[in-house]
């Protein structure tokens, strides 16, 4: 007789609505962000915590970790649901519970640990950005167990207007780029936050732009060169 496996279970607490794009291309966030983060064998949840949608007290103990997604709302907002969001990271922090912010998600964790969010000092990221990161920091992080060796830098997406001012007292600064002062942190061995987009493809990226432009959310002037380089087809040697 074969011995049970634990099954791995893991759910994302979606912060923002699907956009049409994505629903027509790829069948919401969720299917994103598995695509990228998960691994055969592995049970994925969704929470809908936009929509007020949270594991219940009793549900939480089930899962190994959560992905708290970006969003187009403020992480220093004092909406319901943000309060009710940072109120849940502090309990699973104190659970110990695996815990992955990605850009509104970063700042939603450095929020309810302590830490201080509030409007980038440099405005608008949007694109391609080179992130650097902090070696000596970085080398005895628990979520680079695996990496033979650890880059100096690496290229992720961004698109955020909001950034973390102040980490929390016990986390670690493991990345930095010119624009961004705390690109990534991590506390101990269960919780990281990352203020890029590892999990958008560049269809994704471009329709955001669209969505932002459209809205008049940006200047097109503004990012006019930058957007066109994001854009134009990459040329063959």
Known sequence: MKPEIDERRFALLLAAKDSDYVTKKYGGYFN????AFGDAGETWDLFRVVDGEFPSDEDVGKYDGFIISGSPHDAY????WILRLCILLQTLDAM????????????????ALGGQV????????IGVREVNFIH???????????????????????????????PPLDAKVIAFSAKTEVEA????DHILGI?????????ILDNLIDRLIDNSLIDVSTFFDEIYFQRRPFLSA
């Open 96 to 111: 110990r519970k695996r815990l992955l912010g990605v850009c509104f998600g970063h700042q939603v964790l450095c929020r």
């Open 195 to 203: 203020q890029g987009h590892p999990e958008y493809t560049k269809d």
């Open 136 to 166: 000596e920091d970085l080398i005895n992080c628990h979520f680079m167990e695996g990496f033979d060796e650890i880059p100096k830098y690496a290229s992720i997406i961004e698109c955020h207007q909001d950034e973390v001012w102040e």
């Open 32 to 35: 994103v962000f598995v695509a």
């Open 118 to 125: 509030g409007k980038a000092h440099g405005g608008w990221e």
């Open 77 to 80: 907002g004092d909406d319901l």
């Open 185 to 188: 942190f991590c506390i101990e």
